[in-house]
């Protein structure tokens, strides 16, 4: 049954079990206190008030002794629960200490009990001890108050038990969760599901199933993620999805694609990815799905990870409908320069002889399609004839350079607008 489960599954597991029992062994005791608070109330006044002293002292003596008794169970029951949440959850957890104070408490109420107990027996063995003496050391409604205090511990500590049982089987169905979804071996699954927990002890996530969705897309779209920075990237992943409502299967897969392209690290990644998304650069809902489709085609252009988001920028904050205008313009140029034709060639022959030889070397394989497009934005800006310019541009840029407009093409490799140093 255990086969491919954790240590801390298995244990997890066992504890339960042993939780299970001792909540049922909290009912009982609770429903025995309840019983014994009400047969004291009973004798009480069944006793009234012409008994003798003596029979007051003997029914004090014999109610204190049978509520230290009931004290003493609720405290070996607390100091069980106690063992057992150490083993679910840690020395040092909320819930264990939770349960330290129930039972401080418990054991404080009983040490009272035995003390009172003892001062009832002086006043017994004193006949000169009246009943109002006695009356001082022992107040019959504190002991009703304390029987009673004891039944709320007990129904806390069964609502505490409850959720002790919840975590442990939510961490056995996140490990196992783990291992199904990615194909790992037992102790793989173990590994990454230590990752989990303690990115979700942290305060990632709304509960540890987000954490663990979290990481298994960082695993399966992030493959360049080393094994060290997998909780980073889940912690960096669930933040993005949380501050601006992203996909975590579209937010890794665009993330996985700019390391991979460009041989970022996951720490590069993550800040450019933040500071384009605190630009407004997934105004469009598509920032993660584009840098999925087009990081490759920038990165064979000869685009930096930089550049490729200063363009994402500027085209942004030049009013562009969406991404894919942006993108595809950038697309198109880099077809349109290698294709030969009549239209292209004449529009760059109306270009600067700078330009010219950078278009050269780039058909000759000696240069890039970004050294061209900043070679050919850099003329552009400087014409004065803008019908002339935009002539050019549309012979280059086909019909994109229409759709958004001759200003906000102009703009695109503006580094000063872009996104600054990343």
């Known amino acids: 049954v255990n086969e491919g489960l954790s240590e801390q599954a298995i244990e997890a597991r066992e504890a339960r079990g042993t939780l299970l029992d001792l909540q049922e062994n909290s009912k009982k005791l609770e429903a025995e206190q309840k019983k014994l608070t009400s047969s004291f109330k009973l004798q009480n006044a069944e006793l009234g008030a012409n008994a003798s002293e003596v029979d007051k002292l003997e029914l004090a003596q014999k109610q204190l002794r049978q509520q230290t008794e009931m004290t003493d169970k609720v405290v070996h029951n607390l100091e069980q629960q106690l063992s057992t949440a150490k ?10 200490q939770q349960l330290e104070a129930k039972l401080n408490q418990a054991k404080t109420t009983l040490k009272q009990f035995e003390n009172s107990l003892q001062s009832v027996g ?13 009356n001082k050391k022992l107040d019959m409604n504190n002991l009703m108050e304390a029987a009673e205090v004891l039944q709320g511990i007990s129904e806390k500590l069964i609502e505490m038990g409850k959720s002790i049982v919840n975590t442990a ?17 037992g ?6 599901q230590k990752i989990a927990v303690d990115t979700w002890k942290k305060g990632f996530g709304e509960n540890l199933e987000e954490v663990d969705n979290a990481l298994i897309k960082v695993y399966q779209n992030m493959r360049d ?10 912690e960096n992943v669930l933040t993005l999805a949380k501050v601006y409502d992203v996909d975590l299967n579209e937010a ?13 690290s996951t720490q590069e990644t993550f800040d450019l990815l933040a500071a384009g998304a605190q630009e407004g650069l997934n105004y469009s809902d598509e920032l993660f799905d584009n840098l999925s489709e087009y990081a490759p085609l920038f990165k064979q252009g000869g685009f930096s990870a930089q550049e490729m988001f200063t363009i994402l920028a500027n085209g942004t904050k030049s009013g562009s409908y ?21 239209g292209v060639s004449e529009g760059f022959g109306d270009l600067s002889e700078e330009t010219q030889k950078v278009w050269k070397s780039f058909n000759e394989g000696k240069g890039t399609a ?3 497009f900043n070679a050919v934005l850099g003329d552009l800006r400087k014409m004065d004839d803008k019908v002339k310019a935009n002539q050019i541009g549309v012979a280059l840029f086909g019909t994109k350079w229409e759709d958004m407009g001759a200003e906000a093409v102009l703009s695109l490799n503006d580094v000063h607008g872009g996104l600054g140093d990343v």
């Not at 083993?87 to 264990?96: D, F, H, I, L």
């Not at 002086?122 to 006695?134: F, H, L, P």
């Not at 102790?187 to 990454?192: D, F, S, V």
């Not at 969406?322 to 009549?342: P, T, W």
């Open 87 to 96: 083993r679910a959850y840690g020395e040092n957890s909320t819930e264990v």
């Open 122 to 134: 002086r006043s017994g063995s004193q006949a000169a001890d009246g009943m109002a003496e006695i």
């Open 169 to 185: 089987i939510e961490f056995d169905g996140s490990q196992r969760k783990i291992q199904a979804s990615l194909g790992l071996t």
């Open 187 to 192: 102790k793989g699954a173990e590994n990454l």
């Open 225 to 234: 993620v080393p094994h060290e920075e997998l909780q980073g990237a889940s």
């Open 252 to 264: 890794t897969r665009g993330a996985g694609q700019l390391m991979s392209q460009f041989g970022l």
């Open 322 to 342: 969406n991404l894919d205008y942006i993108n595809d313009l950038v697309k198109e140029f880099g077809i349109r320069v290698q294709d030969g034709s009549k």
């Open 370 to 372: 970004a050294d061209v």
